[in-house]
């Protein structure tokens, strides 16, 4: 065990692992989706459920998975495999890899989105264009062929060339710089947004709760988003957590962590609600909320393009350190179980997820019309991955650790081996074995309409 430890590559510090971590859980779902499904479901009561999803389902998944991820020093297969041989427990991991390969078709699409962003600010583009002429400027191009799937390619290619440099090399060194820039502008984004004339309709939208919107769809969508948020449910967090060092606190990692998260999401929502209000944009626009929103408040500010030129590029390099996340689980599952070399394995995953997005992208526009029980491609794609499959993975993440390993393992893991204070682990333990698994199964089946 030993030699396999110290073989095995780790994080240089407890603030590499934050970073990556953070880097992971931070990018479109705080800033892009976080809004966007908030303004679907109707706001306050909507923020309400995923804030009890997050506490009492995210927390205890997340330390879930980086335990096991430590303990095993493995990725999603090889942890179920290690820490419980001999038992079926590892085919969840399969949810976990499907879930991979969903999720970052889709993304790449919207991260391409951010690209051409960063080039239409540079050009000037949305200076002195009126919110509808914005909405307009972004309905032509999501609805182009080439143009947006060349984007996606590209972003895809930059994920693809980091994850293949390798965990410290590649992962370590872009996240830790850029998130706390990112911070700043949302903050002035803020500053800005909640001065509008109007604004105080957003706020309202945002904090005033209004139970009747209340859905079961929607609190099926605050369940998935709290995964997809975190980052949960896949494994990313059990591969992280194998590369961290065996003398790092565990829970203070993964408060830090659900909180500088959570903080960015609702940063995001004051950021952009006020505004919405102010400019007249619908709430239930879907996907281009945040693209049509933003541009119009930097059309406000002072600098406001050269702001606007940082914030997608920024929100690009946020979803860069998410997308290698995405890609390194799936890559840690070839070069583990299957033997296979990172190069190889990282380039054939790749191109196989650029083909697979490609149908999410033309869905806004020359597939539009094709809709699978109602939701276009790319929101089926979606739907799948965050509501049903993370949802699940995460379920066997917390019934594993609740019931499957050793309560004794789970305390020595937790302690750093008895050298630490442990006087949560029964709240933690609590968490995992009963709240999290019958809430987790709780909003499925009722989101299903099965129960
Ligand atoms: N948490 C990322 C975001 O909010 O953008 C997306 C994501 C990353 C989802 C990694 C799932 C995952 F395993």
Redesign the pocket.
């Known amino acids: 065990m030993t030699s396999e430890v110290s073989k095995r590559e780790s994080f240089s510090g407890k603030y590499g692992f934050i970073a990556a971590a953070a880097g992971?859980?931070?990018?479109?779902?705080?800033i892009w989706?976080f809004p966007y499904i908030t303004g679907v479901h109707g706001g306050s009561a909507f923020i309400l459920v995923y804030l009890i999803c997050i506490l009492l389902i995210g927390l205890p998944v997340m330390l879930s998975e980086i335990t096991m991820g430590r303990r095993s020093q493995k990725g999603i297969f090889g942890s179920y495999k290690k820490l419980a041989p001999g038992t079926p427990w590892f085919f969840s991991g399969y949810m976990g890899i499907a879930?991979?390969f969903l999720?970052l078709s889709f993304?790449g699409v919207v991260a391409g989105w951010t690209m051409e962003y960063v080039l239409k600010a540079i050009g000037g583009s949305f200076s002195g264009k009126t919110p509808d002429q914005i909405n307009a400027m972004f309905e032509s191009f999501i609805g182009q062929t080439l143009k947006p799937v060349f984007w996606q390619t590209g972003f895809m290619a930059f994920t693809g060339a980091i994850v293949i440099a390798g965990i410290k090399n590649g992962i370590e060194k872009y996240s830790k710089i850029l998130m706390p820039v990112l911070l700043m502008i949302l903050l002035l984004l803020c500053a800005r947004s909640v001065t509008l004339d109007g604004a105080s309709k957003g706020f309202e939208f945002l904090f005033k709760p209004d139970f009747s919107k209340l859905t079961r769809e929607a609190i099926l969508a605050a369940l998935g988003h709290a995964?997809?948020?975190?980052?949960?449910?896949?494994g990313?967090l059990i591969t992280y957590g194998s590369y961290l060092k065996k003398n790092e606190n565990l829970v203070p990692l993964a408060i830090q962590i659900t909180i500088a998260?959570t903080v960015i999401a609702l940063l995001a929502g004051i950021a952009i609600f006020p505004a919405v209000f102010a400019f007249g944009i619908e709430p239930t626009a879907g996907p281009s909320l945040v693209f049509v929103t933003l541009p119009n408040v930097f059309q406000h500010m002072p600098l406001g393009n050269f702001f606007c030129v940082l914030f997608f590029l920024l929100l690009f390099i946020?979803?860069l350190t998410?997308s290698i996340?995405?890609l390194e689980?799936v890559v840690a599952h070839l070069v583990e179980d299957f033997n296979i070399s990172r190069k190889p394995a990282a380039i054939a995953i790749t191109i196989v997820m650029i083909l697979f997005g490609i149908p999410s992208s033309l869905s806004f526009g020359s597939l539009s019309g094709l809709s699978v029980f109602g939701l276009s491609f790319f929101d089926l794609v979606d739907h799948i991955a965050s509501n049903f499959l993370?949802p699940l993975g995460g379920l066997c993440i917390v019934l594993f650790v609740g019931w499957q390993l050793k309560p004794g393992d789970v305390k020595d893991e937790l302690s750093n081996g008895g050298t630490i204070e442990t006087g949560y682990l029964k709240i933690f333990l609590f968490l995992t074995k009963i709240v999290a698994p019958i809430a987790i199964a709780a909003i499925f089946f009722h989101g299903l309409k099965i129960i």
Do not use: P, Q, W
Request: hydrophobic share 55%.
């Open positions: 992971s859980a931070i990018g479109l779902g705080n989706k879930a991979a999720i993304y995964f997809f948020s975190l980052s949960l449910g896949m990313t998260d946020a979803a998410s996340s995405i689980v993370l």
